[in-house]
């Protein structure tokens, strides 16, 4: 099987037992080959090209929640199994969800850098004034497993909860008080909305000039999810105007690359898209791709296929 280099250390030799592993490193193209698996990082596209190129491939094992590296049309036609890692890297990435929502609303990163800068001149009463949570709303965009991990924190902050997503959350309502919205609604009383529906065909762009000038003015935007959701140059424009209060970005469309303005507008707080990194976290995900691996090819079915 194929295996990404990158994760060597995350596997515990008996975890490989009984494979034969080539380690494939994130910066080498996909080989031609008969490989029967691949454990692809999230950002391998596995694409027609690849899987043509892999004929005796049996399953490609995403070690990603997220499979939008993945072509799934040209996988399923060459009966190709797919899976994911869901479930280990609900609480990590809900928890650095977390993170940006109280270091944009807080102005974290401008303390820093203003004591950094040793212009820092003592306490005001206006300096870095930023949003007070108390009483003001979350706006889930998506609310399966990340999102309703990241609204069950919410209350103890005292937000109130909005979500969307195609089917209503009963359990998640009446643990949380959560009220499903349609999206119109959501970005228009949403003081902070935060995006949990997976990158697909119908998510592309979501969040564009015209979505962002609905939202509230001074309003939060967080993405821990896919870049592709976001049209990077309005978002900067929005920040640059001062229509959007600030953002807290983990993922980006053109990985590592951001788009310049982007970089350069104020108000962000930008991550490496590191949700799901805590040790324990990217071990399972790695266990679990593996674990896909070993089941498939002694004849049982995928643990997690997404389809
Ligand atoms: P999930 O459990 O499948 O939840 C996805 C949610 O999106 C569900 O509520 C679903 O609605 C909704 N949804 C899907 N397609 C939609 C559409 N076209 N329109 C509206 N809503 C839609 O996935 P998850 O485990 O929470 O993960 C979410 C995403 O987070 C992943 O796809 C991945 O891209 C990203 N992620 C990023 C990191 C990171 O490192 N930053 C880490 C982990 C995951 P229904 O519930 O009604 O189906
Ligand atoms: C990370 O982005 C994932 O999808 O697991």
Request: net charge negative; hydrophobic share 45%.
């Given at each position: 099987m194929l295996i990404a280099a990158e994760l060597k250390n995350l596997l515990e030799?008996?975890?490989?037992?009984?494979?034969?592993?080539?380690?494939?490193?994130?910066?080498?193209?996909?080989?031609?080959?008969?490989?029967?698996?691949?454990?692809?990082?999230?950002?391998?596209?596995v694409g027609g090209t690849q899987l043509k190129n892999l004929p005796n491939l049996r399953i490609v094992a995403n070690c990603?929640?997220?499979?939008?590296?993945?072509?799934?049309v040209a996988a399923e036609m060459r009966k190709v199994l797919v899976t994911n890692t869901p479930g280990v890297l609900t609480e990590?990435?809900?928890?650095?969800?977390?993170?940006?929502?109280?270091?944009?609303?807080?102005?974290?990163?401008?303390?820093?850098?203003?004591?950094?800068?040793?212009?820092?001149?003592g306490?005001?009463?206006?300096?870095?004034?930023?949003?007070?949570?108390?009483?003001?709303?979350?706006?889930?965009f998506g609310a399966g497993r990340i999102g309703q991990a990241v609204g069950r924190r919410a209350p103890p902050?005292?937000?109130?909860?909005?979500?969307?997503?195609?089917?209503?959350?009963?359990?998640?309502?009446?643990?949380?008080?959560?009220a499903r919205v349609d999206?119109?609604?959501?970005?228009?009383?949403?003081?902070?909305?935060?995006?949990?529906?997976?990158?697909?065909?119908?998510?592309?762009?979501?969040?564009?000039?015209?979505?962002?000038?609905r939202m509230k003015r001074g309003a939060i935007l967080i993405n821990t999810s896919r870049g592709d959701l976001i049209r990077e140059e309005a978002?900067?424009?929005?920040?640059?105007?001062?229509?959007?209060?600030?953002?807290?970005?983990d993922v980006y469309t053109d990985e590592p690359a951001i788009h310049p303005r982007?970089?350069?507008?104020p108000r962000t707080v930008l991550l490496p898209h590191i949700g799901s990194a805590t040790e324990e976290t990217r071990r399972n995900m790695a266990a679990i791709a593996v674990a896909n691996v070993q089941s498939v090819l002694s004849g049982k079915p995928p643990l997690t296929p997404v389809y």
């Open positions: 030799p008996s975890q490989l037992a009984d494979l034969d592993i080539t380690w494939l490193a994130a910066d080498q193209p996909t080989p031609k080959g008969d490989w029967v698996a691949i454990v692809p990082l999230l950002s391998r596209w990603a929640v997220g499979y939008n590296n993945v072509d799934l990590a990435t809900a928890d650095l969800t977390w993170a940006l929502i109280l270091a944009t609303a807080r102005r974290l990163i401008e303390g820093v850098e203003l004591v950094r800068s040793g212009q820092w001149t306490w005001h009463p206006e300096q870095l004034l930023g949003l007070e949570l108390r009483g003001r709303i979350l706006g889930l902050f005292g937000l109130r909860i909005l979500y969307t997503a195609r089917t209503p959350k009963p359990d998640f309502e009446r643990e949380t008080g959560a999206p119109t609604r959501l970005l228009a009383e949403s003081d902070i909305v935060s995006l949990h529906v997976p990158a697909s065909p119908e998510t592309k762009g979501i969040i564009n000039g015209e979505t962002l000038a978002l900067a424009m929005a920040l640059e105007r001062g229509h959007l209060g600030a953002a807290g970005l982007l970089l350069a507008a």
